[in-house]
């Protein structure tokens, strides 16, 4: 019997989304209202904001650059004189500064890249409703009554299900190490779908989390990734912004996961590798909604099967025998459905003391009415250090 459990909570507030999650091409299930087709735009005429939380080589930015890099090819746009880049733009008003000044550039469509921008980008909308907001991991589009915002992310739990498969099998303390951000149900989906993943080749597997609360913060990831390596921990994955957490590996003499990059050039005899999100496959879909004249969605998620997300190469030369085969066996379950991430048995509680018991053949289904995760328990086998 399948559980199917709907609650969406982000950053301690609890918000129900009302639209499905989708693919890649952008079909998804609008119960929150269609935005209206208008005229597309004309690809010379197309001028396009990105905003990024923190510096344009930080692996997260460094991601959705190349994720735009690659739709602007596709399409046959130029991202060099279309696509008007801010960097280190907090959660705060600076996000509001930069996207009057994106505004003031002529842009018709602004992306943002991090939870806090949300809350300016739907402040924006109603005073300028012919520029489409879009928000990556955000959620309140899924329900607002604005047809110029937009929410999208990626099912990335499924790619950090098979990335902790490596982990599962290179580790010999059965002890994981996790650098996570913020304890925001987005990261907590996360980690817990790296875990699982690790487990279900490993069943003797543990794993600690220490949390940074920032998004990107070199100096705090490397000391919760030596914190988690002197507590025994001899792989470390994470769910922060740098490459921190794979370097201080490889100077430790342990293994890492990564994310939003291929960590392997940076610490060549740590990193297994790493989770990604494709975001060029949104970019791409959104994009072209603009030239076109359709209705960019006001929800958007994309599958493993649909390669909205992905692992990096496996460095062959660290793995643990067996690796590839485990994870593209992993793989194919998930993309034909018979494997769940979030399966039962499984046990956890989150932070207002909500219980999640899911028994054999049970499961949860993550991004079930909203493209923001919502699993937000912390499992028997995780323990938050800090």
Known sequence: MKKR????????VLAVGLTACGGTSGETEETGGEAAETAGIAAADLKVGLILVGEAADAYNKNHIE?????????GLDYDTQVVVKTNIGEDSTCADA????????CQAIFANSFGHEQYMVEA???????QFCHATGYQSASDDLDNTHNYFAKIFEARYLAGIAAGLKTETNVLGYVAAKPYAEVISGYTAFYLGAK?????VTMLVNYTNEWSD???????????????????????????????????????????????????????VSARINWGSYYEYALGCLLSGEAIAQDWCGSYAENACYLSDLNEAIIAEGTKEAIEAAAAGITDGSVQVFAGPLHGVNANGDELNLAEGE????????????????????????
């Open 5 to 12: 459990i709907l609650a969406l909570l982000m950053a301690g």
């Open 67 to 75: 994720g735009m890099q690659a739709a602007c090819e596709t399409l």
């Open 99 to 106: 996207i009057g000044e994106l505004i003031d550039a002529g």
């Open 125 to 131: 909308a109603p005073d300028y409703p012919d520029v």
């Open 200 to 204: 279900s080749v490993n069943p003797d």
């Open 218 to 272: 070199a100096t705090k990831e490397a000391t919760n990734a030596q914190a988690l390596i002197d507590q025994g921990c001899d792989v470390i994955s994470q769910h922060s912004d740098t490459s921190a957490p794979a370097t201080t590996a490889e100077n430790n003499g342990v293994f890492a996961v990564g994310y939003n990059d291929d960590m392997i050039s940076v610490a060549p005899n740590a990193a297994l």
């Open 363 to 386: 499961f949860y289904t993550e991004n079930e009415s909203s493209s923001a995760p919502a699993f937000d328990y912390i499992i028997d086998g995780i323990a938050v250090l800090s």
